[in-house]
């Protein structure tokens, strides 16, 4: 699969660049909540919250999101549309005989954003819709409440950069320590449900 126009391999530690798109694909489908991040002078205002990520050759590839229309989050998007999200997983803790040697397992993507807002109820109904088909895909439930989409705003936050990393030791291309490995429970992903 080629790598979107927007997705860079500049890491410092290239080693550990991840650009397998279908894996991360995957992985942005399987993982329950993003972190994203907004500028609210003078310090950045994160919020986790549920997404889908979706691929639009006419608009973009982007992350559906929502929130309050009377929130923090939503006055601080309408000030400064730039975000950036996060999605991680550690898998695992690594220890080894040196002090200096802990570290983790790890998958993680980065993606810096524009927001684009969006206020009709019926197209924040849609989207609301789409995103939705990410945690039920049977379709087991009810329409969205009467005048719901009123009190939401959808946002369609447009990739411009995204990066990925991911660090499995026993796919690492250099000696590693003797490490010891204590795996985490797997939370946070959707495939752990009973469908």
């Not at 705003?153 to 490490?179: D, L």
Request: net charge negative; aromatic share 10%.
């Amino acid at each position: 699969m080629d790598l979107p126009h927007y997705f860079t391999r500049d890491l410092r530690r290239s080693d550990r660049a991840w650009d397998d798109f279908a894996a991360i694909e995957a992985f942005l489908a399987d993982r329950a909540v993003c972190r994203v991040a907004a500028n609210d002078d003078p310090f950045p205002y994160v919020m986790p919250t549920s997404f889908r990520f979706v691929r639009d050759a006419e608009r973009g590839d982007a992350f559906l999101l929502h929130c309050t229309r009377f929130g923090r989050f939503a006055r601080t998007v309408e000030r400064d549309p730039h975000l950036c999200i996060v999605v991680d997983e550690a898998l695992t803790f690594l220890t080894a005989p040196e002090a200096e040697n802990a570290s983790f397992e790890y998958q993680s993507v980065i993606a810096r954003c524009v927001a684009e807002i969006e206020r009709d109820p019926e197209t924040v109904e849609r989207q609301q819709y789409e995103v939705l088909a990410k945690y039920r895909p049977d379709g087991d439930y009810r329409p969205i409440s009467p005048g719901m989409a009123e009190a939401i705003i959808g946002i369609r936050a447009r990739v411009v950069e995204m990066t990925a990393k991911r660090r499995i030791v026993a796919e690492a291309k250099r000696p590693e320590p003797a490490y010891r490995h204590f795996a985490f429970p797997r939370s946070e992903r959707l495939s752990v449900l009973d469908r």
